[in-house]
């Protein structure tokens, strides 16, 4: 069963808009909660991650809000810009398993339009 | 300075064929693992390995899926008696295990069973 879901799976805005992107998940001992970005052909590459400590955690035009109680999290673009196109993938994963393996959500694909 | 690579980067193979898939981490990166990316399924954890302890097995999901590290660094995911479900994009990350849970992917081999 998917450990985290994510949602929409696909979105379209235009330049200069505000994409939301939503997960959810339900293991409380997950303690890491990672975004990767991925352009096609490519591998996923880390944007931001964010822990259980904090509710919110902005870099640059990315930010992730977390709400513990709710056990989701989302990421928001500000100003996105058509360089943003590409696949947004939600993670989770644990210190207590040792392996930290990631939980990946199923992916957004995120399209600005110029 | 170089990440992680992998080869082929596309194999087409036919139905009951054993394949290989190989993977080089980061120079000095101690954990490694292997994911799959099915269409519309996100990636799925399948194996992992940390130093010389015994590699999580976890998410391979049948007996015909195997993977070996040899001294510390390379690794070679073999799929015996591939089946078209099989078909699939298999990533490979490597991790400085103590640094985090950044994990840093390759650019995939893009595996289609005929």
């Known amino acids: 069963q998917q450990q985290v879901k994510q949602s929409p799976q696909s979105l379209i805005v235009q330049k200069g808009g505000i994409p939301i992107i939503n997960c959810a998940y339900e293991n409380t001992a997950f303690d890491y909660f990672p975004w990767y970005q991925q352009f096609p052909g490519k591998g996923p590459a880390l944007l931001i991650a964010?822990?259980?400590?904090?509710s919110e955690k902005k870099e640059g035009r990315f930010t992730i809000s977390f709400n513990k109680s709710a056990k989701q999290f989302s990421l928001h673009i500000m100003d996105s810009q058509p360089g943003d196109s590409a696949t947004y993938f939600c993670?989770?994963?644990?210190?207590?398993?040792?392996?930290?393996?990631?939980?990946f959500g199923t992916g957004t694909r995120l399209t600005v339009i110029p | 300075g170089a990440g992680v690579s992998q080869s082929p980067s596309n194999k087409v193979t036919e139905k009951g064929k054993d394949v290989e898939l190989r993977c080089d981490p980061i120079s000095g990166h101690t954990a490694l693992y292997w994911y799959r990316q099915s269409l519309g399924q996100g990636l799925e954890f399948l194996i992992y390995f940390q130093g010389n302890s015994a590699p999580d097995k976890s998410g391979l999901p049948s007996d015909r899926f195997s993977a070996e590290r040899t001294g510390g660094s390379v690794s070679t995911l073999t799929i015996q008696r591939t089946q078209q479900e099989d078909s699939a994009v298999y990533l490979c990350?490597?991790?400085?295990w103590g640094q985090g849970h950044e994990q840093y992917f390759g650019p995939g081999t893009r595996l289609t069973v005929t």
């Open positions: 993670a989770a994963s644990s210190d207590q398993t040792g392996a930290n393996n990631l939980f």
């Open positions: 964010i822990r259980p400590d904090v």
């Open positions: 990350a490597s991790t400085h």
